[in-house]
């Protein structure tokens, strides 16, 4: 057995703290990260024009068409400075507890087993969840075109993307379905940006 890197790529609304999975592949590129984008936009409707800012690290798959098609909705990329994990704290947050409490506590076996885990995941940490304020405590919206932002923020509206990634067992020759040891392993964060 041996591990390949997988990269999932979501949004997080920072208002609500909603988190949007869009996708995981193995080779993140211009091209899927803008139909991903686009796919999200097409799903949040006419709330889309809610957002006036998207937040993004610097990895080389948000390309100028990523920033266009944003720029399209009327939202604005902005880039966070290099090594600077606090600037998009949100997603940085997201991507720590979501390898702590799943990610690290697995095996994921292949892309498909990391998008449903993803996704079950998600659907948990967008409804109500025990540590959160009473006062905001409110379940996020359950599909995306139910999508609404509630932000107190006099900046307006925002979102945080990120992509972030982590390893799958690829089964070499005459390998069984089981692994017989090992355990799972996550990668870091890449910031080929930077």
């Given at each position: 057995?041996?591990?390949?890197?997988?990269?999932?790529?979501?949004?997080?609304?920072?208002?609500?703290?909603?988190?949007?999975?869009?996708?995981?592949?193995?080779?993140?590129?211009?091209?899927?990260?803008?139909?991903?984008?686009?796919?999200l936009?097409?799903?949040?409707?006419d709330?889309?024009?809610?957002?006036?800012?998207?937040?993004?690290?610097r990895?080389?798959?948000?390309?100028?068409?990523?920033?266009?098609?944003?720029a399209?909705?009327?939202?604005?990329?902005?880039?966070?400075?290099?090594?600077?994990?606090?600037?998009?704290?949100?997603a940085e947050?997201?991507?720590l507890?979501?390898?702590?409490?799943?990610?690290?506590?697995?095996l994921?076996?292949?892309?498909?087993?990391?998008?449903?885990?993803?996704?079950?995941y998600?659907?948990?940490?967008?409804?109500?969840r025990?540590?959160?304020?009473?006062?905001?405590?409110?379940?996020?919206?359950?599909?995306p075109?139910?999508?609404?932002?509630?932000?107190?923020?006099?900046?307006?509206?925002?979102?945080?993307?990120?992509?972030?990634?982590?390893?799958?067992l690829?089964?070499?020759?005459?390998?069984?379905?089981?692994?017989?040891?090992?355990?799972?392993?996550?990668?870091?964060?890449?910031?080929p940006?930077?």
């Amino acid at each position: 057995m041996t591990l390949r890197r997988l990269y999932c790529l979501f949004v997080i609304e920072v208002g609500s703290r909603y988190v949007h999975i869009l996708g995981v592949t193995a080779h993140p590129d211009g091209p899927w990260t803008s139909q991903q984008i686009r796919n999200l936009l097409m799903d949040l409707g006419d709330h889309a024009e809610d957002f006036r800012f998207l937040v993004r690290d610097r990895a080389g798959q948000f390309t100028e068409t990523f920033d266009a098609i944003l720029a399209s909705t009327g939202i604005t990329a902005v880039r966070i400075p290099p090594r600077s994990p606090r600037a998009n704290a949100h997603a940085e947050r997201f991507v720590l507890t979501a390898r702590t409490e799943v990610t690290d506590r697995m095996l994921i076996l292949g892309k498909r087993h990391l998008q449903s885990v993803l996704a079950e995941y998600a659907r948990h940490y967008n409804g109500r969840r025990p540590h959160r304020d009473a006062s905001s405590a409110r379940p996020g919206p359950t599909t995306p075109s139910q999508t609404s932002l509630r932000s107190g923020s006099s900046a307006g509206p925002s979102s945080a993307a990120s992509s972030t990634n982590t390893s799958e067992l690829r089964k070499g020759p005459g390998q069984g379905s089981r692994p017989s040891s090992g355990t799972p392993q996550a990668a870091g964060l890449p910031h080929p940006g930077d």
